[in-house]
């Protein structure tokens, strides 16, 4: 899994990686889902998760069976902070990338 332009900047931490996961896939999840999509292992998780919810980093959203769902708290500051941090790292990424497709086409 390639790493996200936050987390190349921020550290690949386990709390970033569920974050990150989120802030790539906007909708809501199991834990399950999340592990297995984080790619971490489940210790590593539990070990992590209840500080995330303690900080309102994340919070639950719905029942699906017997599952429940969490999402990201678009709402908490941390977070809002850490979305406007990763748009602006896309964007120099971009820039970056048309200033090398622009000396490369005056060579």
Do not use: C, H
């Not at 550290?11 to 790619?39: A, H, V």
């Not at 017997?66 to 708290?73: E, G, I, V």
């Amino acid at each position: 899994m390639e790493k996200s332009l936050l987390m190349q900047y921020l550290g690949d931490t386990p709390q970033l990686r569920i974050i990150d996961f989120f802030l790539e896939n906007r909708s809501d999840y199991s834990k399950k889902e999340i592990i297995e999509n984080t790619g971490m292992s489940k210790t590593t998780f539990y070990k992590v998760w209840d500080e995330l919810m303690k900080f309102d980093i994340v919070k639950e959203t719905r029942r699906y069976g017997k599952a429940q769902l969490y999402t990201l708290n678009e709402k908490n500051p941390t977070i809002k902070k850490l979305m406007a941090l990763d748009a602006e790292l896309g964007k120099q990424a971009m820039n970056k990338a048309l200033e090398k497709e622009a000396v490369a086409k005056a060579r």
